[in-house]
């Protein structure tokens, strides 16, 4: 393991699996690479102690558990492919847990046809931050889906788990710093040479590396985090730039609080759950200085439309829309409002188009797949925007 990795763990047996193979450890050891995070997907938090059926179990339909939200002719196609569980997982006792050492993550689908409700996920999640609070600190789900979610929505999963490995953060920091062309808002006065800086939440530390350069060197940068498996070596960072774990939901260190400047909180909504922001807008104003700045900068998601260039209208595409089959939006009016089907649209379009409307004759193949055509070249005159709110507070005593 030489680089930095993450496991995705469908089953009991990866709860101990990892054990060793953090990226601390690893480095303990003076090797590279490790653990970054651990992803579970629809199975039991397993925690030390645990024991799966410890007064044994009954079977039940395979179909029904695992396939409830898939077509029945797929489900028939992959039963056959079931393998066999050893029964030891589930009377063993698991003596190790890698939530309580590695990054979590835990993905489920609301509709599982089991005890494993999004009530039982909740607790199970409350039950693993009671012994490490940083545990799960990203929990997804899919509403209408059960257990093969990866299945019935494989580019949800795909995303999903490009976000657990920290893909996209360097991307929205550019999105975002361009769009704005700064990194502090201008009101906060920067000019002091013994200014103490933080942001919370430092994913790649591509913030305060950029921010390292506009500012003195004695200027102090420290990154609050709970887990810092994706920032770069220290050696390779500024002298003035310092990583402190810490919990910003937690109670923050004592040598933490009043110290800061400057506090800067960016794309952080998506760690806001359960009335939780409450306790961090205290520990905030805690590790706050008097007289300190409080920047929170978040995207507008009430402000999201779909624009296109003037010049862009497009007569395909209207007549597409003019001939659109209206029995569909009366039978099934959530499948057309799924954006992430579109694709899959167009493929049976496609094939209708080849297989159907050719034999039909009058040349309805041929205008059908021009109108296919046009659409997806009309993609790339569309875009979605959204506003950004950033919000200044300042410390008055």
Known sequence: MSKPTIVVVPGLPGGEAPKGLSK???????????????????????????????????PDDAKRIFYN??????????????????????FSTATYAAWLDVPSTFFYGEAHQSSFTPQVVEMMIEGAQMMNPTAFDVVESLKEDGHCFM???????????????????????????????????????????????????????????????????????????FSFTQY????????????????????????LQGKYDIIHVQLFITSIRDGNSVSMLKNLIKISKPGGYISWGEWDVATWEVIRIPSAPSQDNNE????????????????????????????ASQEIAASILDGLGGGQGDVAKSLIEEVGRDRGDIAFNLQRVITIGKKQF
Not at 154 to 168: F, H, I, Q, S
Not at 178 to 184: A, H, P, V
């Open 24 to 58: 601390k450890d690893q480095q303990a050891k003076g090797l590279k690479g490790g653990l970054i995070r651990y992803v579970v997907i629809n199975i039991f938090a397993t925690r030390p102690g645990f024991q799966a059926a410890a007064k044994g179990f009954l």
């Open 69 to 90: 939200d898939i077509s029945s002719k797929k489900a028939d196609e992959l039963i056959p492919e079931l393998l066999p569980q050893s029964l030891g997982v589930y």
């Open 151 to 225: 299945i019935s929505h494989p580019e949800w999963t795909a995303e999903a788990l490009r976000r657990a490995a920290g893909e996209k953060t360097t991307l929205q920091y550019y999105l975002w710093k361009d769009g704005l062309n700064y990194l502090l808002h201008p009101t906060i006065p920067t000019t002091s040479r013994d200014l103490k800086i933080t942001e919370i939440g430092v994913g790649t530390g591509v913030w305060f590396i950029e921010l390292a350069r506009t500012l003195p060197s004695t200027v102090q940068l420290d990154g609050l985090d």
């Open 232 to 255: 770069p070596p220290k050696d390779w960072l500024p002298k003035n730039i310092l990583w402190i774990m810490q919990n910003i939901f937690a109670e923050p260190l004592m040598e």
């Open 320 to 347: 597409l829309e003019q001939s659109e089959n209206t029995r569909l939006r009366q039978e099934k009016p959530d499948l057309v409002r799924v954006s992430s089907v579109a694709d899959t649209w167009m493929m």
